[in-house]
């Protein structure tokens, strides 16, 4: 039985799935989780004799159902049934109503297996550089450079404020005082896990949900800087007081974008390069998610650093995370500015 603090939690995959509930995740997202980790429960309790409930599995019953799953789903699939599990864990973990999570090193060496997945379209450096230079508008522009620089997810772009954002930009007249948790940190990004769809942060209801499993600084180097010093220029005043970072200049002039409005400049410009076709799937079609692959796997290779990689995606936590976080200035943040390509030329 598990217990967290002096809480008795009879049946943890309820109990996950009610405070998911509670951080606003949608039903359709809370019918998903039960349906796999209560696949997860059946299989370990038929296939493991010692276990008796899902607090009882070790990484090698995580590892036989993963291995479960291959022939009835497609990878990309796969890595989403681990991916639920694996916050499953994480979750009951920090709460203390379990003592460890058997997925983390499982999710470790399955995140590097897909992100190095040969059936992804292979793009080079010089490739992006000229995608990015047929990108004229300003916000379009810098969209798909933060996109890339940063390797965050569309959601987690879509969520950020000007306060999440610290930098210099002497030569706009736009003011707003970056969050404390960047004192210390200039030229940098925060990227949150606290927004989820539905609820509201800052003063403004969220359309969708970060996924990291803990906050994120990510350095933002001379490039990104000019990118976003064009945009900011002429982004409009907006709607909401949370002040979003990109804002729509269409039909919902100065409210925040979505990430439909975020898919669809993607593939507006990756079909004009020839990269997006109807029904090509992610081993043809170049889109927002592509990015975060790309971020992954030319960073990586500069780097020769998988743990700094994994920090900036927001891949990892407890211990590893922080390791990072208190060498911020000296390690993430040099290690970044000496090896991260460019985009613009």
Request: glycine share 6%.
């Amino acid at each position: 039985m598990a217990t967290e603090g002096t809480q008795e939690v009879d049946s943890p995959i309820a109990y996950f799935l009610d405070d998911q509930r509670y951080h606003g995740k949608s039903e359709r997202t809370l019918e998903a989780y039960e349906r796999v980790l209560r696949q997860f429960e059946f299989f370990v309790e038929r296939e493991f004799e010692a276990i008796e409930t899902v607090e009882d599995a070790d990484r090698r019953a995580c590892m036989a159902w993963i291995h479960s799953l291959r022939g009835q789903f497609e990878s990309s699939t796969i890595a989403t049934y681990a991916s639920y599990l694996n916050r499953f864990y994480d979750y009951m973990t920090r709460i203390g109503a379990f003592d460890e999570n058997p997925m983390a090193l499982v999710m470790e060496e399955l995140s590097e297996s897909i992100d190095t997945n040969p059936t992804r379209r292979e793009l080079s450096i010089s490739d992006m550089q000229a995608f990015v230079a047929s990108i004229v508008h300003p916000l379009e522009r810098a969209v798909v450079v933060m996109l890339l620089k940063t390797g965050m997810r569309v959601g987690e772009l879509c969520n950020l404020d000007l306060r999440d954002l610290h930098d210099e930009f002497t030569s706009l007249e736009l003011e707003w005082t970056p969050r404390v948790e960047l004192d210390q940190r200039p030229s940098s990004v925060y990227v949150s896990a606290e927004p989820a769809r539905g609820t509201v942060v800052n003063g403004e209801e969220r359309t969708a949900s970060n996924k990291r499993k803990r906050e994120t600084v990510v350095p933002v180097d001379t490039e990104l800087q000019s990118v976003l010093r064009e945009w900011l220029a002429i982004r409009p005043d907006p709607v909401s007081p949370a002040r979003a970072l990109f804002l729509d200049t269409g039909e919902t002039w100065g409210e925040r974008l979505t990430p439909s409005d975020v898919r669809y400049i993607v593939e507006k410009h990756a079909r004009e390069q020839g990269w997006y076709r109807t029904g090509g799937g992610t081993t043809e079609n170049v889109t927002p998610h592509y990015f975060r692959h790309f971020f992954t796997t030319h960073l990586r290779d500069r780097t020769g650093d998988r743990g700094i990689v994994q920090y900036l995606r927001g891949d990892v936590a407890g211990d590893v995370i922080d390791t990072y976080t208190h060498n911020w200035g000296n390690r993430v943040r040099e290690t970044y500015l000496d090896h991260i390509y460019r985009v613009t030329v």
